[in-house]
């Protein structure tokens, strides 16, 4: 099903973090790789702004939870592409924003769907 | 670090080139011709000069970026104003001017009134009439921010002890 861009939602504040380092934990992978594997993976619901993402990746690399390098996208070819993969510190993090979000999920779910009483 | 900067700076133009031109390529794979796809990239990408600059927001090198900008432009303020101030008989009816306050101007900079002497440039709906030289305090003021007030958080410390006030009204003062 097509999104219309109107239908798209914004991200939370602080989700684009995770969302990349989450990507990341499958393999490496470059800025425009990141950015349609979200798109993809939400069916198109989150469509992440390239104005945040990369300034979000080279934050990300500059507090080392990423690590880019340029290497070509694949044997034989020239091209190269500027990956990035997740550091040990990188993982860490995502474990502690992915605590976060489960306890954030939850908190707002009981707000919109509070037990019944009795 | 000046070199470590445009070394970043390279190569994040580098990756933006790269990832660009990917996108064209899955665009011309989609049917589109290739100046379409071509297009349509750089659309998506959006203003890539301010993703640049807010990558650069991310590297803490933004600062530097501004002080040289606010350098330059008092460089060739100061340049263009050897001359002395610009005649009275040029300005126009219904202009304002801006003046420089020379008891406000910082220290730091020793001569610069008498560079800019009691300038007092004439401007018409924000365009300069003198040009040379009102365009420069133009943009001074851009940079300083609101006239007459401080900006805490623009441009150096010297930067940041000019001083502009403007005058409205079309008479300036003799």
């Known amino acids: 099903m097509l999104i219309e861009p109107s239908d798209r939602i914004q991200l939370l504040q602080g989700t684009l973090d995770m969302l990349i380092l989450r990507t990341l ?5 470059h800025g425009h790789q990141i950015a349609k594997h979200v798109q993809h993976t939400t069916e198109d619901l989150l469509q992440i702004e390239h104005g945040s993402l990369y300034p979000a990746l080279h934050r990300l690399e500059r507090k080392g939870w990423i690590a880019g390098r340029w290497q070509p996208a694949a044997k034989g070819l020239t091209r190269e592409f500027k990956y990035y993969r997740l550091t040990a510190a990188g993982k860490k993090q995502l474990a502690r924003e992915e605590s976060n979000w489960k306890r954030m999920a939850e908190a707002i779910a009981r707000v919109m769907r509070p037990v019944k009483e009795g | 670090m000046y070199w470590r900067r445009e070394s970043l700076d390279a190569d994040l133009e580098r990756e933006l080139r790269s990832d660009i031109e990917l996108e064209a390529e899955e665009q011309r794979e989609n049917g589109l011709s290739p100046e379409a796809a071509r297009y349509t990239a750089e659309r998506a990408f959006g203003n890539t000069a301010l993703v640049a600059e807010q990558v650069r927001e991310a590297w803490g090198y933004a600062w530097i970026s501004q002080a040289f900008q606010d350098l330059r432009v008092a460089v060739r303020l100061l340049g263009r104003n050897r001359g002395g101030a610009p005649s009275p008989a040029r300005r126009r009816p219904g202009s304002f001017s801006v003046s420089t306050s020379t008891s406000a101007w910082p220290t730091v900079w020793p001569g610069l009134d008498r560079h800019l002497g009691s300038t007092q440039s004439s401007w018409v709906d924000g365009c300069p009439v ?21 900006q805490p958080d623009i ?3 010297s930067m940041r002890r000019l001083w502009l006030g403007v005058v409205p009204g079309s008479r300036a003062r003799g």
């Open chain 1, 25 to 29: 934990l499958f393999g490496p992978a």
């Open chain 2, 130 to 150: 003198e040009a040379s030289a009102g365009q420069d305090l133009h943009r001074l003021q851009t940079v300083l921010g609101t006239p007459g007030t401080r």
């Open chain 2, 155 to 157: 441009g150096t410390q």
